[in-house]
């Protein structure tokens, strides 16, 4: 009598139907690494508030305050001696001065109460060609509302901060897209071509990793004008970045497509007579997308600490813009930086960006191969 053996297999790793798509597979799958799952929903959050940064942004952040330079952070609170309030609020704060340094000091008023509103009315915004006034929360009575401080010139940490956001995410975006559409073709047509073609392009990636780029990022900015606006700028830094990160990508799908070609179902779709244009469009590229888009949620993280880098030290995204690592530019001063830390804000955001870019990117590789072991 033959004895059967049945192995369970796990619920979760039995197709719903034989017919279910490779991406509802990579889905299924990331679902379960918590913390990618988690930092993807960050990224997401940090989106909306990048795109919507006005919206979240109590105070203009161009708005300068002779009165309120490097007030401390207000914090939000429920409890007063009064008790219990279902309204936050926060305290003021009293200016006095050193009579010996005449530097400003602040001691916080607990007698004075100023109570936060939420979708109320502020300072005008424009967003899409509309002129809006409604923000997330601001003071009651017009007010103003610090929660995260002030800079050396009266302006809102805080709001600076979500505006910067958007411009340091922007920028790395690019920078990526800019690598991955350009390293993807390249290194596609260097694998598929080979021969003398293969020999010619895989040199020119060689040229262009070997470029220093941080001295010739430096070289170009120095003989720039100095009338150059801000945005020229922006859009150099974009291009020359994206122009000389390529290289890398380039490289690591080249060795993808050179592999990918010697498949059977490629060597078929040429006795058939496709054009080369239908394979690699058809055959090649889908198979190496998966991992195209692992290493842009790798590059993401690196250009946004290359900006804050760049930014920091001054020749980055230039005012009247905001970056993360152009906030950071203020607090470069030891004794600027002792005497007021909160300016050191900036910094957990970056933190939280490239965490979870990179928490994120570990989840879709392991991801992006349903069928692997675990």
């Not at 530097?103 to 424009?126: C, I, M, P, R």
């Given at each position: 009598m033959?004895?059967?053996?049945?192995?369970?297999?796990?619920?979760?790793?039995?197709?719903?139907?034989?017919?279910?798509r490779y991406l509802a597979l990579v889905w299924r799958r990331f679902k379960r690494n918590k913390l990618a799952l988690v930092s993807m929903w960050?990224?997401?959050?940090?989106?909306?508030?990048?795109?919507?940064?006005?919206?979240?942004?109590?105070?203009?952040?161009?708005?300068?305050?002779?009165?309120?330079?490097?007030?401390?952070?207000?914090?939000?609170?429920?409890?007063?001696?009064?008790?219990?309030?279902?309204?936050?609020?926060?305290?003021?704060?009293?200016?006095?001065?050193?009579?010996?340094?005449?530097?400003?000091?602040?001691?916080?008023?607990?007698?004075?109460?100023?109570?936060?509103?939420?979708f109320s009315e502020g300072w005008e915004y424009n967003f899409?060609?509309?002129?809006?006034?409604?923000?997330?929360?601001?003071?009651?009575?017009?007010?103003?509302?610090?929660?995260?401080?002030?800079?050396?010139m009266g302006r809102d940490e805080l709001s600076r901060i979500f505006h910067g956001m958007g411009v340091t995410l922007l920028m790395a975006g690019l920078i990526t897209t800019i690598c991955v559409v350009v390293g993807s073709l390249v290194g596609i047509t260097s694998g598929y071509l080979g021969g003398k073609a293969d020999?010619?392009?895989?040199?020119?990636?060689e040229l262009m990793l070997a470029f220093p780029e941080l001295p010739l990022y430096l070289s170009v900015i120095a003989i720039l004008p100095k009338t150059v606006s801000p945005q020229t700028t922006f859009v150099l830094?974009?291009?020359?970045?994206?122009?000389?990160?390529?290289?890398?990508?380039?490289?690591?799908?080249?060795?993808?497509?050179l592999v990918l070609r010697e498949m059977d179902y490629v060597k078929s779709a040429i006795a058939?007579?496709?054009?080369?244009?239908?394979?690699?469009?058809?055959?090649?590229?889908?198979?190496?997308?998966s991992h195209v888009i692992v290493v842009a949620t790798g590059m993401i993280p690196t250009f946004i600490l290359t900006e804050s880098f760049l930014s920091f030290l001054g020749v980055g995204v230039q005012p009247p813009m905001i970056s993360?690592?152009?906030?950071?530019?203020?607090?470069?001063?030891?004794?600027?930086?002792?005497?007021?830390p909160w300016l050191l804000a900036p910094v957990?955001?970056?933190?939280?960006?490239?965490?979870?870019?990179?928490?994120?990117?570990d989840g879709l590789r392991d991801a992006v191969d349903p069928y692997s072991g675990r």
């Amino acid at each position: 009598m033959q004895s059967e053996i049945i192995l369970e297999q796990d619920p979760r790793e039995r197709p719903k139907s034989s017919d279910e798509r490779y991406l509802a597979l990579v889905w299924r799958r990331f679902k379960r690494n918590k913390l990618a799952l988690v930092s993807m929903w960050l990224i997401l959050a940090m989106l909306i508030l990048a795109i919507f940064a006005s919206f979240f942004a109590p105070q203009d952040p161009a708005q300068r305050s002779n009165e309120d330079v490097y007030l401390p952070p207000q914090g939000i609170h429920f409890f007063s001696e009064e008790g219990f309030s279902l309204r936050p609020f926060v305290y003021t704060y009293e200016t006095t001065f050193d009579p010996e340094t005449f530097e400003a000091k602040y001691a916080l008023n607990t007698d004075k109460k100023v109570y936060l509103q939420f979708f109320s009315e502020g300072w005008e915004y424009n967003f899409l060609g509309m002129t809006l006034k409604t923000h997330l929360f601001s003071a009651q009575d017009n007010q103003r509302v610090y929660l995260l401080g002030t800079d050396g010139m009266g302006r809102d940490e805080l709001s600076r901060i979500f505006h910067g956001m958007g411009v340091t995410l922007l920028m790395a975006g690019l920078i990526t897209t800019i690598c991955v559409v350009v390293g993807s073709l390249v290194g596609i047509t260097s694998g598929y071509l080979g021969g003398k073609a293969d020999l010619w392009i895989q040199r020119v990636v060689e040229l262009m990793l070997a470029f220093p780029e941080l001295p010739l990022y430096l070289s170009v900015i120095a003989i720039l004008p100095k009338t150059v606006s801000p945005q020229t700028t922006f859009v150099l830094f974009v291009l020359l970045l994206g122009c000389l990160k390529w290289a890398q990508l380039a490289r690591e799908v080249r060795g993808k497509a050179l592999v990918l070609r010697e498949m059977d179902y490629v060597k078929s779709a040429i006795a058939a007579g496709a054009s080369d244009g239908r394979i690699v469009v058809h055959h090649i590229l889908p198979n190496v997308l998966s991992h195209v888009i692992v290493v842009a949620t790798g590059m993401i993280p690196t250009f946004i600490l290359t900006e804050s880098f760049l930014s920091f030290l001054g020749v980055g995204v230039q005012p009247p813009m905001i970056s993360l690592g152009l906030l950071l530019n203020a607090a470069r001063d030891y004794q600027v930086l002792g005497s007021y830390p909160w300016l050191l804000a900036p910094v957990g955001f970056i933190l939280v960006s490239v965490l979870v870019f990179n928490a994120a990117g570990d989840g879709l590789r392991d991801a992006v191969d349903p069928y692997s072991g675990r």
